[in-house]
């Protein structure tokens, strides 16, 4: 049970948090990006995305997968049986709950988290910041950013990693290990260039990429940020 949330059953699940009475709410459980130890690139990177998002009533479209979560790093963290995995999908959240204040603080209005790791029930309800949805499984589409549409104004992708093949990527693959290479105009891409194509089909801009130096390589030849 879930006080003062809405739970609606489906492969997709919407996860509604708007009730003061969410203990998590001001509490310590959302750190700033300072205390997660969150590189000065990538904390300048937030500062730029979210400073971009000046108009008060901004809606915000948060992707999150996990291998590029810091601190993830192998199969024990990424992996619902490893034996780091309940370290890790707090990890996560905690670099979704840092960019949901930086959201809030350029006056954001809605935030949407779409769960986008293995199974999609990684980020806990009760440690979501209790201004966010959260979109929980998968839905027909099976896309990482499924449930953007016009209505929102930025899309942040929190958690990325490179895509397949990529020489000292953390964890790089696309989707799967059967797939070695994604082409879109014959432009090889990974599984963020892929949610940028998706988001910008609803004219959605991609407006924060957080995850290793790789990813931000790619990322920076292919999506204007």
């Known amino acids: 049970e879930n006080t003062g949330r809405t739970v609606r059953t489906a492969p997709a699940v919407l996860l509604r948090s708007r009730s003061k009475r969410v203990r998590y709410m001001k509490s310590p459980a959302f750190p700033s990006p300072d205390s997660l130890g969150i590189s000065p690139f990538w904390r300048s ?84 910041h209790a201004m966010a949805e959260l979109i929980s499984g998968w839905g027909p589409l099976g896309s990482m950013v499924e449930g953007v549409n016009p209505d929102f104004d930025v899309v942040f992708l929190i958690g990325y990693h490179a895509r397949a093949t990529t020489v000292a990527g953390t964890l790089a693959h696309t989707w799967s290990h059967n797939v070695l290479d994604l082409r879109i105009n014959g432009r090889s891409i990974g599984e963020a260039a892929w949610a940028a194509a998706f988001a910008g089909h609803f004219g959605v801009p991609v407006g924060l990429v957080a995850g290793d130096d790789k990813l931000a390589a790619q990322v920076l030849s292919l999506i204007h940020i």
């Open 45 to 128: 990177q937030l500062a730029d995305a979210t400073r971009t998002q000046e108009a008060i009533g901004v809606n915000v479209f948060i992707s999150a997968d996990m291998e590029g979560i810091c601190g993830v790093s192998s199969r024990v963290h990424w992996s619902a049986d490893g034996a780091d995995y309940k370290r890790a999908r707090e990890w996560m959240v905690q670099e979704v709950n840092a960019a949901i204040e930086g959201a809030l603080q350029a006056g954001a209005k809605r935030i949407v988290v779409k769960d986008a790791h293995e199974s999609a029930t990684n980020i806990e309800l009760d440690r979501l």
